[in-house]
């Protein structure tokens, strides 16, 4: 079975296609450039991607939105990652959070259709950490992100990108484990007919 990945974003295939590759599910990329709307809701971003992408490909067809929310920043940047990376920069961010707790977690949603489904099916989470007070690691094709320099998962001592691959497999496989968008995409897939 193939699914076809609208996303420029290497590293959210890779770990995509680690989750499903166990379910015989072929993850294909399809690196079209979306438009996404302004809004801090995942959800939202990823119907609005969805939107785009499935009339282009006309097959079964998914998309992943993804959203930083900070707690004592009242979310923010929540959806605009890319923006506040582009302004402030990672050390804009550690600069906001001075004298501050640093609890954060990434959400995500995928959001998949197909020709049977009269509506996008939508599954979310959320992967919990602390902001370190300054960027640790190295940017690494795996990581999804320049957040993962600051961003340290809960029970972890190291940043993602602190990580050797390994070590990122096996956090990646006990967080997938509880909260894999992958097995829970599959576990409302294989009951479709």
Known sequence: MKIYFATTNKGKVQSLQRDLTKYG???VQEP????????????????YKLEQAYPLIKKPTLVIDAGFYIDELNGFPRAFVNFS??????????????????????R?????????????K?????VRGTITKKPKGKMQK??????????KPENSKKTL?????EEYTNWGEES??????????????????
């Open 161 to 165: 990108a602190e990580m050797t691959f």
């Open 85 to 106: 990376l582009d302004t402030i920069g990672l050390e804009g961010i550690i600069k906001l959070l001075e004298g501050k707790k640093r609890g954060c977690e990434f």
């Open 108 to 120: 995500h949603c995928l959001a998949y259709i197909d020709g049977k489904l009269k509506e996008p």
């Open 122 to 126: 939508y599954f979310i989470n959320n």
């Open 25 to 27: 599910i072929k993850i």
């Open 176 to 193: 997938r484990e509880k909260n894999s968008l992958g097995n829970m995409f599959y576990e409302w897939f294989s009951k479709q007919k």
């Open 142 to 151: 795996h990581l999804w992100s320049e957040l993962g320099l600051i961003f």
């Open 32 to 47: 079209i450039n979306l438009i996404e709307p302004r809004s801090s809701d995942v959800q939202e971003i990823a119907k």
